[in-house]
């Protein structure tokens, strides 16, 4: 709630107090004491009264009488006839005091009223002509103002030095910056500054962060809105917005309009049940006028992020538009690194802290993933006691981000920790003997997470833009491993293999119908688009392969999966005494590290070599 709504509220709180307060005196003179008549008489026949006033009110023959005792007490009594109790305390020998009737008051009864009704009215009229005119979305009932925030240049603190792990994205968008800077010196050469800019790529990759970089290197203003924020349940408020806002925005020119999350306002036109020109496509029509129309507006790039690149409309995609479109990948390892030193900064680390270590076991993360790291390991300190981070304060941190919190007092019978041993020993021993999948980091028998009874963590040693055919085969075996050392020493199976089943299960159906892997099927994707009905595509969606492919595809598949099965039980039956050896240190430990387990083996496997910089 913004600063003018709770001034708003409570006036209006104050205003509806003071009228109750009034309503509340004007009622005390009707109350009923609780003292009765019949008090009163009792009092008069045992000579206890002293003094006695009446005071009738305006509607006579009601009133009051005021009644001093001789004992010092004074009582109230409300009548509906003065005129009989005035009898009634003659007739005792008291010679009572009556005062006069009051006079109606012509102010209270007359003005008073009307007064308090124009305050309120001029109250609320000066209060929505405020809101109105106060902008942005503390607005009442100004739904077709635009909500986009604006961010004046000196006030972005945000630089391109402080973006990390993003160099190649950077270079690019080093154009825009010049061009918000000098744009003579493109229009001396005839050039065109591309006029949108689409920032693509997974959750947490740094979009949002990059586009106010831009805007604070280039000391422009910066107009911020949610795609979301167009969207309104009446019709038109959508368009109105973004009329507004690049009229806002013709007014601080040069400038830069970022549209998060622009797939909620630019999905696909004519999709869906039944298509329907809806208030989101009115939305984005005048979108697509704005950014490239009849209209102009020099000086005005829109940049926009999502990661939904898959579902925008055409129409805003083509050059004109958003003329260059920007994939901000995940880091690589040495883009992690860099990462790792920029969070850190503010956090005094243990001189045991090795960030290019760290960078090596996060494969995958993104830049949010990282900074989510790192303030988990600073509150692991915190909750120690301690005033620095240590590398172990890290490494509790991503099991807890990665996999799940450690559940160390969770009673598991001897049984259970025994299978959970054998069965993280054996995707361990797959781990280190297979070339392509090592080497391990941790093996563990701690229940973490809802479900997980232990984990295994390999340590990647590249980042690998691609799999192989081999890769992917040895992710299979390593999946298998954990079931197979259960049938190996228990003779028997459990439910604790179920996700690695259906992992392997999913790899191997991905190599037959999406990768062309398939020696017997070919070169050929016979992969289901399942997704296009949620994208919209296409309500009724049909496979576009046979049903005697069908049938091949479940053979293949089950054949690279027997194929692995039988390939990682011969090398855990090879290396059973390894298993035997880690299963029994896993018990008496409950969590090992790699020197702890490459020591268990007799002989050394050859290893990957370690990852090459990139320049």
């Not at 850190?344 to 790291?373: C, H, M, S, W, Y």
């Amino acid at each position: 709630m913004s600063r003018n709504n709770r001034s708003f509220y409570l006036y209006f709180v104050i205003i509806i107090g003071l009228l109750l307060f009034t309503v509340w005196i004007g009622t005390l003179k009707v109350q009923n004491s609780g003292y009765t008549k019949g008090q009163f008489v009792n009092q008069l026949e045992n000579n206890e009264v002293a003094l006695v006033n009446i005071c009738p009110n305006r509607d006579v023959p009601t009133g009051s009488l005021e009644i001093t005792l001789k004992n010092g007490e004074e009582r109230t009594l409300y009548v509906t006839d003065v005129t009989e109790m005035e009898e009634l305390v003659r007739s005792y020998g008291l010679d009572p005091r009556v005062e006069n009737v009051p006079e109606e008051s012509w102010f209270l009864n007359s003005v008073f009223p009307v007064l308090i009704v124009v305050v309120v009215c001029v109250f609320f009229f000066v209060m929505m002509n405020g809101q109105n005119a106060g902008g942005g979305g503390g607005k009442m009932m100004n739904f077709g103002r635009s909500r986009a925030k604006l961010t004046l240049g000196g006030e972005n603190t945000i630089k391109l030095d402080g973006v990390a792990g993003l160099k190649e994205e950077k270079e690019e968008l080093q154009e825009i910056v010049e061009f918000l800077k000098e744009p003579g010196k493109f229009t001396k050469v005839g050039a065109r500054i591309p006029k949108g800019i689409l920032l693509e790529g997974a959750p947490g990759t740094g979009k949002t962060l990059l586009a106010k970089a831009i805007a604070g290197e280039a000391n422009v203003p910066f107009f911020s809105i949610s795609g979301s924020d167009f969207v309104e349940m009446f019709v038109g408020v959508g368009a109105s917005r973004v009329r507004d806002m690049f009229a806002e925005a013709k007014r601080h020119a040069p400038c830069i309009i970022f549209i998060d999350e622009i797939d909620a306002v630019a999905r696909r036109r004519g999709t869906g049940m039944g298509g329907g020109h809806d208030e989101r496509e009115q939305t984005l029509n005048q979108l697509l006028v704005e950014m490239d129309g009849f209209g102009v507006n020099e000086g005005i790039i829109v940049m926009a992020a999502t990661n939904r690149v898959d579902i925008l409309d055409p129409a805003i995609m083509r050059p004109g538009r958003f003329d260059r479109k920007i994939a901000v990948a995940r880091p690589d390892v040495r883009g992690r690194e860099d990462i790792l030193r920029v969070h850190a900064q503010n956090k005094p680390l243990g001189d045991d802290v090795d960030l290019r270590q760290i960078a090596q076991t996060t494969a995958g993360f993104t830049g949010a993933d990282l900074e989510n790291l790192l303030n988990e390991a600073a509150i692991n300190a915190a909750m120690d006691e301690r005033v620095f981070v240590k590398q172990d304060d890290i490494k509790r941190a991503f099991v807890k981000v990665g996999i799940g919190t450690e559940k160390k007092s969770r009673l598991i019978s001897d049984k259970e920790k025994r299978i959970t041993a054998y069965h993280e020993a054996g995707h361990a021993i797959l781990f280190h003997v297979l070339p392509d999948v090592g080497p391990v980091y941790t093996v563990s028998i701690i229940p973490t997470g809802a479900t997980a009874a232990g984990y295994t963590m390999p340590m990647p040693r590249n980042d690998d833009e691609f799999l192989t055919k081999g890769k992917m085969l040895q992710d299979i075996m390593v999946g298998l491993g954990g079931r197979i050392a259960e049938e190996i020493i228990f003779d028997d199976v459990t439910t604790g293999a179920m996700n690695d089943i259906k992992q392997v299960t999913e790899e191997a159906r991905r190599m037959v119908t999406r990768y062309g892997m398939s020696e017997k099927l070919g070169i050929i994707n016979y992969a289901d688009d399942d997704d296009e009905v949620f994208i919209g595509r296409d309500l009724a969606h049909a496979k576009n392969h046979s049903e005697e492919i069908s049938g091949q595809i479940d053979r293949e598949v089950k054949a690279i999966i027997d194929d692995c099965y039988g390939k990682a039980k011969a090398i855990i039956l090879e290396q059973e005494s390894v298993l035997h050896k880690c299963a029994e240190l896993l018990l008496e430990k409950e969590k090992i590290g790699r020197a702890e387990f490459e020591a268990l083996f007799d002989k050394e496997y050859p290893q990957p070599e370690e990852a090459v910089e990139t320049v």
